[in-house]
């Protein structure tokens, strides 16, 4: 007997996976990586770049954010500028089962807030991170018409700022 097909917000789930699905998970890590990077700004903010980065506590919601995100640490020699550079190079690079597992983890912690929605595709989490109830919601990728590299449809209606705004 065959196994029905699983869906995540109106995407079923593949493998390979669908365009659907990457465009759905692109969406989601949009708003992961911002909530992340807007809790560091907000850590490092009124603090000196050139702090030296042994001097702040491994304690820190920063060095522990920082752990968190980047694949090393940070010692003698580091400033927080160099640091911050890093975090920064490191989130707008990680890939995303990466990102799903470490979100899911701060989330669990209440380092982050939940998302509208949730990666999809991977099998392992250690928490639902998204607003309670989304589940039942379809992606909005569904809602946007395939477009041509100008931004209009099949029926020639324009929806170029309705993409850049999804």
């Known amino acids: 007997m065959k196994k029905s097909p699983k869906v995540q917000y109106g995407i079923e789930i593949t493998k390979p996976w669908s365009k659907e699905m990457y465009d759905h998970n692109d969406m989601v890590s949009e708003e992961m990586k911002k909530n992340i990077l807007n809790k560091w700004n907000d850590l490092i903010y009124g603090i000196n770049l050139d702090k030296e980065w042994e001097l702040i506590p491994d304690h820190s919601m920063l060095a522990i954010l920082q752990k968190d995100i980047c694949y090393s640490g940070f010692g003698?020699?580091?400033?927080?500028?160099?640091?911050?550079?890093?975090?920064?190079?490191?989130?707008?690079?990680?890939?995303?089962?990466?990102?799903?597992?470490?979100?899911?983890?701060?989330?669990?912690?209440?380092?982050?807030?939940?998302?509208?929605?949730?990666?999809?595709?991977?099998?392992?989490?250690?928490?639902?991170?998204?607003?309670?109830?989304?589940?039942?919601?379809?992606?909005?990728?569904?809602?946007?018409?395939?477009?041509?590299?100008?931004?209009?449809?099949?029926?020639?209606?324009?929806h170029y700022n309705e993409k850049l705004n999804a």
């Open 76 to 158: 003698s020699g580091y400033t927080l500028g160099m640091v911050n550079e890093e975090f920064k190079n490191e989130l707008e690079n990680m890939p995303n089962w990466q990102l799903h597992e470490a979100y899911s983890y701060l989330a669990s912690e209440g380092r982050l807030p939940r998302t509208s929605f949730m990666l999809i595709g991977f099998e392992w989490q250690k928490f639902d991170y998204h607003i309670i109830g989304s589940q039942e919601m379809d992606s909005p990728i569904l809602n946007i018409p395939e477009l041509d590299s100008a931004g209009f449809d099949s029926n020639g209606v324009n």
